[in-house]
């Protein structure tokens, strides 16, 4: 099965300051990735997916992007941090639909980003 | 797009209580779905999941749900809580045939010794 890698852990950043997260997958190839960000009593939001290298579909307008430089690496980036940019950001893994029927997402450890 | 609807924001119990947490969903066409939990400290685990077939859909550690097609619901259930069940419940649904997959909000339950 899939296993997602994300680092850092924890992220404590200035405002303004640029942002890189980072996600890898193993155990997969050609998956679906997510970008969530978790937020108390808001669920889970959906910032970014992705169905292949270089291909990101924004659900929100907002002070970040995502890339897909390789199949199984996908990267959350801000080029100057807001505070409310603060919260905890999940990266999922899906296999396409179609390859293995029913299709879950697998999430990763997650990153507690902290702007202050 | 589709939405989720979790209509529960904190549900308290005491152990061996029932417990049922509602999931309504948006979106006319044929559906995945599934109901995640999140333990404290810990990343999304799948609890279960409905793709086909018959509505009632057991999961891990004695959770199930029904899905209601009429009613776009898709409500989680367990006959007898435990302490250990304390963690925030997630629904979600995925379009079938569809790369999208939204979560609700999110039920956090306590279960109280």
């Known amino acids: 099965s899939q296993t997602i890698h994300q680092w850092p852990a924890t992220l404590v950043q200035p405002v303004g300051s640029p942002l890189s997260l980072e996600c890898t997958v193993e155990g997969t190839s050609n998956p679906n990735l997510y970008w969530y960000r978790q937020a108390a009593g808001r669920g889970l939001q959906l910032l970014f997916y992705?169905?292949?290298?270089?291909?990101i579909s924004s659900e929100v307008p907002q002070n970040l992007s995502a890339s897909r430089p390789q199949d199984r690496q996908f990267i959350l980036s801000s080029k100057k941090l807001l505070l409310s940019d603060s919260g905890f950001y999940l990266c999922a893994c899906r296999q396409p639909f179609g390859m293995r029927g029913i299709t879950e997402a697998f999430f990763g450890q997650g990153t507690r980003l902290t702007v202050v | 797009a589709q939405s989720v609807s979790q209509h529960n924001h904190h549900v308290i119990l005491s152990e061996a209580a029932s417990l049922e947490l509602g999931c309504n969903y948006s979106y006319g066409g044929t559906v995945n779905l599934f109901w995640y939990v999140q333990y404290p400290g810990q990343h999304l685990q799948l609890l279960l999941k409905?793709?086909?077939?018959?509505?009632l859909v057991k999961g891990i550690k004695g959770f199930e749900a029904e899905f209601i097609k009429s009613k776009f619901s898709f409500n989680l259930r367990k006959p007898s809580v435990q302490w250990s069940d304390t963690a925030e419940y997630f629904c979600a649904v995925g379009p079938y045939n569809n790369n999208d997959m939204r979560f609700g909000a999110g039920t956090r339950l306590t279960v109280k010794p």
């Open positions: 409905y793709f086909s077939g018959d509505p």
């Open positions: 992705s169905v292949g290298i270089g291909q």
